[in-house]
């Protein structure tokens, strides 16, 4: 079984930072696609950003600029540096991926998410 599991959260005054992080562990074949998605109360669960094995990353175009998504494959973990923090960043932060269990069965998996509030 494998589960994400995300940590940084907190509070944050306008214009701070913060870093997320998320560790995928249990039976792993390899990690492809992992990503951060969020959503704010009355909202629909946004992408944010992502990244593959590979390195290619994309963001969401509020984020671009302040946000930057990294991973670090050894550790199959990702990570979220948030800068210039707003508050409508604010919202529960979910951690994505894709995680194959061989060359051809890959299944996503969702982390639990880590609050974000960014004070005004």
């Known amino acids: 079984q494998v589960q994400l599991v995300e940590s940084g959260g907190g509070l944050v005054q306008a214009g701070g930072s913060l870093r997320l992080s998320c560790a995928a562990s249990g039976s792993i074949f390899s990690v492809n696609r992992m990503g951060w998605y969020r959503q704010a109360p009355g909202k629909q669960r946004e992408l944010v950003a992502v990244a593959t094995s590979g390195g290619n990353t994309n963001y969401a175009d509020s984020m671009k600029g302040r946000f930057t998504i990294s991973r670090d494959n050894a550790k199959n973990t990702v990570y979220l540096q948030m800068n210039s923090l707003k508050p409508e960043d604010t919202a529960v932060y979910f951690c994505?991926?894709?995680?194959?269990?061989?060359?051809?069965?890959?299944?996503?998996?969702w982390g639990q998410g880590t609050q974000v509030t960014v004070a005004s």
């Open positions: 994505n991926a894709y995680i194959s269990h061989n060359s051809d069965d890959t299944r996503i998996y």
